[in-house]
């Protein structure tokens, strides 16, 4: 039988039989589950060896098998769905990455973060079966509301891109439509071009303490780290000034998305020069001036800003791709 959480084999007494009712004092639970949450490492006290650490927590009344609920875990908010097999009441384990929950240095700071992004009831939380981010609504009693009829004042919506194949390779063609908050997810990894992991849950969480030009510096090495290295390849594009803005079109829409993360090179067909970064500036400079200048038609100066641009709605008769 399971009480409490806990699986514990019963013998049948031997003056009781089928249909009777016999009670059963469940033994104490292990002695590191006494001590608060986030000091817990493990069943029997055991340190675990796959970089996880352990959380216990008591079934919310009300919360039915399969349905969420939100709580925090060594100052991490997070989104734990009920197992089938759980009722109220009673105590179910899952664990989470130590470097979530472990912030060098910065632990009561990050802790007053949370990664919640409060608005009219709605919070960002961490989905702990595949670390994604997830947006649940917080009712009065700090439970999860699970109301799905629309309320003009609760009900959210928000983006959701999904790509689909298209008739030109060169282009990805997607979808957006808008869902409820709560059925939306967003991934909290980024991946190099190698296939690792270069930001994590856990760094998004230590960026939010630091300083704007903390933040603007991590930013920057983040986006450098991207990119391929010189040695594993670059990309060299030759184009003509007469036909700058063309020739670079059709340059970079050949490119794949790896060839992308690569270091540009250019050339001038029929102009000396070798490009150590000056003609790259030249050529983003001239691409950029030609791209935004109103006699092209896609974009026109603000009308509530003159320094600032906007897309020219009539922008479709200049370009037969953009729709």
């Not at 006494?34 to 970089?51: C, L, V």
Request: net charge neutral; with cysteine; charged share 25%.
């Amino acid at each position: 039988v399971t009480i409490q959480g806990q699986q514990l084999m019963v013998t049948c007494p031997h003056n009781a039989r089928p249909g009777m009712t016999v009670r059963v004092v469940p033994p104490a639970p292990p002695s590191n589950l006494d001590r608060p949450p986030e000091q817990r490492r493990g069943p029997a006290g055991r340190n675990t060896d796959d970089g996880t650490q352990l959380f216990e927590v008591e079934v919310p009344s009300g919360v039915k098998p399969g349905q969420p609920f939100a709580l925090l875990a060594g100052g991490v908010r997070v989104l734990v769905t009920c197992p089938t097999n759980a009722s109220p009441g009673q105590k179910i384990r899952f664990k989470l990455p130590l470097a979530l929950t472990q912030q060098k240095g910065k632990g009561s700071a990050a802790s007053q973060v949370k990664l919640s992004y409060d608005k009219d009831g709605w919070t960002r939380t961490i989905r702990v079966t595949d670390m994604k981010f997830q947006w649940v609504r917080m009712d009065d009693k700090g439970d999860v509301d699970l109301n799905t009829r629309f309320d003009v004042d609760k009900s959210a919506y928000v983006r959701k891109l999904e790509f689909v194949a298209g008739e030109d390779p060169r282009l990805r063609d997607g979808i957006i439509s808008l869902v409820p908050a709560s059925d939306a997810v967003v991934d909290s990894k980024i991946k190099s071009s190698d296939g690792r992991d270069l930001v994590t849950y856990a760094d998004i969480a230590a960026a939010q303490v630091k300083t704007f030009e903390e933040k603007a510096q991590w930013f920057q090495e983040t986006c450098g780290q991207l990119c391929v290295e010189w040695n594993e390849g670059h990309m060299r594009m030759n184009v003509r000034r007469e036909y700058l803005l063309g020739d670079s079109i059709d340059a970079v829409m050949s490119l794949s998305r790896r060839d992308l993360r690569k270091l540009w090179r250019f050339e001038f067909i029929g102009e000396m020069g070798i490009d150590a970064g000056g003609l790259a500036r030249e050529w983003f400079q001239l691409v950029t001036e030609e791209i935004f200048d109103p006699d092209m038609g896609l974009w026109q100066s603000s009308a509530v800003n003159q320094m600032c641009m906007q897309i020219n709605p009539a922008s479709y008769i200049s370009c037969e791709d953009h729709k």
